[in-house]
Each structure stands twice: as C-alpha cells, then as structure tokens.
C-alpha cells in the first residue's frame, strides 16, 4: 500500500460508513404496500375503503407520481455516480464525499416527498382505518422482505393481479425499486 492510499482509506470508510448510517432514518417512515394499495381487494376488505376515498387516494397519487418518477431517477443517477468514484483507484476523497452527500441529499428528497404523500393520504382515511394500516405494518414488511429474498407475493401484492397497478412509482427506503404487479 503507497503511502498516497492511506489517507484517502479513511474518506472512503468515512463515505461508506455515512451512507450506510442514513439507513435508519428511512426505517421510521410510514411504511405502506407499494403501488395502488387501496384498489387491491384485499387491502379495501381489511381497511374498509369506501370508493369516494379511493377516488380521493387516486388524485393524491396522481398529483405526486411525476415527481416521484423524476425523485427515484435522480437517485439512481447519483447512486451510479457514487459508484464509479468508488470503483476508480485514485479518486479523490472530496469527491466521493461530496457524491454521497449528494446522493443522501436526493435519498432525503425522495423519502420527503413519499412521507408528505403518506401524511396527506391518512387526512382521506378514518381514524379506525388508520389505525389498521399501522397494526398491518409488520405484515406488509416481512412479505416485503420474502419478496426482495425471491419468496411469493403477499396478501396485498398477487389481490390486485389485473387492477392495472403497473407503472405505479416506487418510492423505497432504499433506492431499489419492487416490481409492479403483473396485469
């Protein structure tokens, strides 16, 4: 190892290690079913949702999809840029702090727009129905989890096969997007 790499081992970790820190601040975002949820038979069965709320949940979604599109595609761009710093042997510290930050910055935009969405859809549903979404949180995450580890779709993924879900925006935690449902 040159004496040159040295100082430069610990941007990266530096880098790396705030990266894999912002992690935690999405895991305290509502979590909800990715895509129309509330047209899915299942989840209107459990939630009890009326077809003027769901009318009022489409316009909300409406409203942000173009940006959650432009949102999720600013973030990949900056998580492709990171990565090509990173996969350069002489890349300069500075840089790669400043691509992370970068990258954080739009993973932060992204996360704040979904939340705001989020907190707009809960004025259209019921306290009670509210409630349910947050006592289903643990369900719809662990059949998130079997999905991203190759298993089955959950209740709320294979109910809406035919509903046209499809180019729905899919704004994660992390920037991974999970397939729309088939039609």
Do not use: C, Y
């Not at 939630?47 to 979604?61: G, H, T, Y």
């Amino acid at each position: 190892m040159s004496l040159r790499a040295i100082p430069r081992a610990p941007a990266v970790l530096a880098a790396l290690l705030l990266a894999v820190s912002a992690a935690p601040a999405f895991a305290q975002l509502p979590d909800m079913p990715m895509g129309k949820w509330w047209k899915r038979p299942k989840v209107v069965e459990r939630l009890k949702i009326k077809p003027e709320q769901q009318e009022r949940l489409d316009e909300i979604f409406g409203k942000n999809r173009r940006a959650f599109i432009d949102l999720k595609a600013d973030v990949d761009r900056r998580a492709v840029d990171l990565d090509e710093l990173l996969a350069k042997k002489d890349t300069e510290p500075a840089r790669i702090v400043a691509a992370t930050d970068s990258l954080e910055q739009a993973k932060a935009r992204l996360g704040k727009t979904r939340t705001l969405m989020i907190v707009e859809m809960k004025g259209v549903l019921s306290d009670e129905q509210w409630q349910r979404i947050l006592e289903l949180r643990d369900e719809w995450r662990k059949e998130r989890a079997e999905e991203h580890r190759g298993g089955g779709g959950g209740w709320f993924r294979g109910a809406s096969a035919g509903r046209g879900d499809k180019g729905s925006p899919a704004p994660t935690p992390a920037p991974q997007a999970t397939a729309a449902p088939p039609r």
